[in-house]
């Protein structure tokens, strides 16, 4: 019997060795023959589907126009998950999986462990690399299943991974556990920095970008609008209550006087469109710095812009001043796309586009429209709650922390008293049900238990890893946002201004044509290995997205 079963085993080891052999084989003559030069992955932060329409009579031929007239754009794509910010976004975006499978559950999260936030890339074990400071020390070790640029250089030793953005988690999340680098942007010094995760020191053509002090000029000059103001007609007034200011300015209009309102620092530039300039630059040198696109192998440049994020906070989707930062973005994409025609050569390079995130209108211009709205007072339910559940289980503390719109509970609290963790979130999720703004609450205990399938529950339910998330979630009815947004607005929810943004692929292979079939973003992932014919992905579901309409 044992012999046999060793036979057995020694034949289906031979089985799986002859396979894979001959699947790598296929893959390398496949790939070499077949397979793009460069694969450019854009993440736009926080662009909205509905931009590239309202302000397309003022784009150019090159940037966002070119993409969709020439490329193949899926109309109808979601994220299918709670919370959609930037980590949990970019994680969708390069993983193919949901937070319940990728662990990157927030942009923070309450971490039990160490009774504090854990920041989605931090990580103390790494050191910073051009910088001394804690901005270095970031990696992806939070980051829980395997990313396209982790499978492509796991298949491919000839295929070259760099990654760029403003943001830490834009790069590292892009980079994944595998890729050869991922750098952002440090306000307080002005340079970009990396980790030993990655590199041992920065690379001469960082080193070089860095010294040519593109950041400081940005960061010492003033932010005029692009075209006349008069112009901007698919905008609001540029003067309005519920937009933010910079610190020494009175009223938040043109022009914005940087210099005067940098302070010492230069992290200023990312709340304007030269955040996104200073990084299609860096993206330039990348291609020149590391050959990308040269090689044997299938290169990746993945690129972050973040400006859109930041005025997109601080403003709100109507503004002059978010107008201004794409309609500057679209001709910063086209030179990008004009830059790797010449680089890399036409045809020779796959562009993918889309989004980390939406947002939603400022609520109080919601308020003022008549249209539904408002701000959720968090701080009055959770101290209402403490005082709760004080009265109906005894004189403890038993929040430990509540974020993301979660309550996490003291667990071991609960059991030491002999309580019930669904009993008690129960009473929780009751409780929470009287305040403002609350559409609905649901629990921990259902969400590891219950198969919602579709709809919002089920978003929540992707959205949910036992150890990572709270007990109870409080769910805001469309348009409502924590209150502490005084001006400005915010993204999070699960509704269709948060989860529906663009999705493009142009250039090589791409055929065009457009489609309006529902596809969610987790698609994204597997569908770029199997055009490159390496494994997909793993925590992917596997889905590709089909270019027909
Ligand atoms: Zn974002
Ligand atoms: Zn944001």
């Given at each position: 019997?044992?012999?046999?079963?060793?036979?057995?085993?020694?034949?289906?080891?031979?089985?799986?060795?002859?396979?894979?052999?001959?699947?790598?084989?296929?893959?390398?003559?496949?790939?070499?023959?077949?397979?793009?030069?460069?694969?450019?992955?854009?993440?736009?932060?926080?662009?909205?589907?509905?931009?590239?329409?309202?302000?397309?009579?003022?784009?150019?031929?090159?940037?966002?126009?070119?993409?969709?007239?020439?490329?193949?754009?899926?109309?109808?794509?979601?994220?299918?998950?709670?919370?959609?910010?930037?980590?949990?976004?970019?994680?969708?975006?390069?993983?193919?999986?949901?937070?319940?499978?990728?662990?990157?559950?927030?942009?923070?999260?309450?971490d039990r462990s160490i009774d504090g936030s854990m920041y989605v890339v931090s990580d103390s074990t790494v050191?910073?690399?051009?910088?001394?400071?804690?901005?270095?020390?970031?990696?992806?070790?939070?980051?829980?299943?395997?990313?396209?640029?982790?499978?492509?250089?796991?298949?491919?030793?000839?295929?070259?991974?760099?990654?760029?953005?403003?943001?830490?988690?834009?790069?590292?999340?892009?980079?994944?556990?595998?890729?050869?680098?991922?750098?952002?942007?440090?306000?307080?010094?002005?340079?970009?920095?990396?980790?030993?995760?990655?590199?041992?020191?920065?690379?001469?053509?960082?080193?070089?970008?860095?010294?040519?002090?593109?950041?400081?000029?940005?960061?010492?000059?003033?932010?005029?609008?692009?075209?006349?103001?008069?112009?901007?007609?698919?905008?609001?007034?540029?003067?309005?209550?519920?937009?933010?200011?910079?610190?020494?300015?009175?009223?938040?209009?043109?022009?914005?006087?940087?210099?005067?309102?940098?302070?010492?620092?230069?992290?200023?530039?990312?709340?304007?469109?030269?955040?996104?300039?200073?990084?299609?630059?860096?993206?330039?040198?990348?291609?020149?710095?590391?050959?990308?696109?040269?090689?044997?192998?299938?290169?990746?440049?993945?690129?972050?812009?973040?400006?859109?994020?930041?005025?997109?906070?601080?403003?709100?989707?109507?503004?002059?001043?978010?107008?201004?930062?794409?309609?500057?973005?679209?001709?910063?994409?086209?030179?990008?796309?004009?830059?790797?025609?010449?680089?890399?050569?036409?045809?020779?390079?796959?562009?993918?586009?889309?989004?980390?995130?939406?947002?939603?209108?400022?609520?109080?211009?919601?308020?003022?429209?008549?249209?539904?709205?408002?701000?959720?007072?968090?701080?009055?339910?959770?101290?209402?709650?403490?005082?709760?559940?004080?009265?109906?289980?005894?004189?403890?503390?038993?929040?430990?922390?509540?974020?993301?719109?979660?309550?996490?509970?003291?667990?071991?609290?609960?059991?030491?008293?002999?309580?019930?963790?669904?009993?008690?979130?129960?009473?929780?999720?009751?409780?929470?049900?009287?305040?403002?703004?609350?559409?609905?609450?649901?629990?921990?205990?259902?969400?590891?238990?219950?198969?919602?399938?579709?709809?919002?529950?089920?978003?929540?339910?992707?959205?949910?890893?036992?150890?990572?998330?709270?007990?109870?979630?409080?769910?805001?009815?469309?348009?409502?946002?924590?209150?502490?947004?005084?001006?400005?607005?915010?993204?999070?929810?699960?509704?269709?201004?948060?989860?529906?943004?663009?999705?493009?692929?142009?250039?090589?292979?791409?055929?065009?044509?457009?489609?309006?079939?529902?596809?969610?973003?987790?698609?994204?992932?597997?569908?770029?290995?199997?055009?490159?014919?390496?494994?997909?992905?793993?925590?992917?579901?596997?889905?590709?997205?089909?270019?027909?309409?």
């Open positions: 019997m044992k012999l046999i079963r060793t036979i057995c085993g020694t034949f289906l080891m031979l089985m799986i060795l002859a396979q894979t052999g001959w699947t790598q084989k296929k893959n390398e003559s496949k790939a070499a023959a077949d397979a793009p030069k460069l694969v450019v992955k854009i993440v736009v932060d926080q662009m909205r589907h509905d931009y590239i329409p309202l302000y397309w009579d003022k784009f150019e031929e090159d940037g966002f126009k070119r993409l969709v007239n020439r490329g193949f754009s899926f109309e109808n794509n979601h994220f299918n998950y709670f919370p959609t910010f930037t980590g949990p976004g970019h994680a969708a975006i390069y993983t193919g999986a949901t937070p319940s499978v990728n662990g990157v559950v927030g942009n923070a999260w309450y050191s910073p690399v051009g910088t001394e400071s804690d901005a270095g020390k970031m990696s992806p070790r939070n980051l829980l299943s395997t990313t396209v640029t982790d499978e492509l250089k796991s298949a491919s030793s000839n295929s070259k991974v760099i990654t760029v953005s403003s943001k830490d988690r834009g790069a590292v999340l892009a980079a994944g556990h595998l890729g050869d680098a991922a750098y952002w942007y440090e306000g307080e010094s002005g340079k970009f920095v990396s980790s030993s995760w990655y590199v041992s020191e920065l690379p001469e053509w960082v080193q070089r970008f860095n010294e040519k002090g593109l950041a400081k000029e940005f960061a010492n000059s003033t932010w005029e609008t692009l075209l006349p103001i008069e112009q901007y007609t698919e905008s609001s007034a540029d003067d309005r209550s519920y937009e933010g200011t910079f610190e020494n300015e009175e009223a938040p209009v043109f022009p914005h006087d940087l210099a005067a309102n940098r302070g010492n620092e230069y992290g200023i530039i990312n709340s304007t469109p030269f955040g996104n300039t200073l990084i299609a630059e860096l993206a330039k040198s990348a291609v020149e710095g590391e050959d990308l696109g040269t090689g044997d192998g299938t290169d990746f440049l993945g690129v972050s812009f973040s400006s859109t994020d930041y005025v997109g906070h601080k403003y709100g989707p109507h503004s002059v001043e978010l107008q201004d930062t794409y309609l500057r973005l679209d001709r910063t994409i086209g030179d990008l796309l004009n830059y790797l025609d010449k680089q890399v050569g036409k045809g020779n390079y796959l562009v993918v586009l889309t989004s980390d995130h939406g947002v939603v209108d400022v609520p109080q211009e919601l308020i003022n429209k008549n249209l539904p709205g408002g701000y959720f007072d968090s701080d009055k339910a959770v101290d209402e709650l403490a005082e709760f559940l004080k009265t109906e289980f005894g004189d403890e503390d038993w929040i430990e922390n509540y974020t993301n719109q979660q309550v996490y509970l003291d667990r071991d609290l609960i059991d030491q008293n002999g309580l019930s963790k669904q009993v008690v979130q129960q009473k929780v999720a009751d409780f929470l049900l009287q305040f403002e703004g609350v559409k609905s609450t649901n629990t921990a205990h259902n969400y590891q238990y219950k198969n919602y399938g579709a709809g919002q529950e089920a978003m929540y339910q992707r959205g949910f890893m036992y150890d990572r998330s709270g007990d109870v979630y409080i769910q805001l009815k469309s348009g409502w946002l924590d209150t502490d947004y005084p001006t400005g607005t915010s993204h999070g929810s699960p509704y269709n201004y948060d989860t529906h943004v663009p999705l493009i692929f142009y250039g090589w292979n791409v055929p065009q044509g457009e489609t309006s079939r529902k596809t969610p973003i987790p698609q994204i992932a597997p569908t770029i290995p199997n055009m490159l014919y390496i494994p997909l992905s793993r925590g992917s579901e596997a889905n590709l997205l089909q270019f027909a309409a």
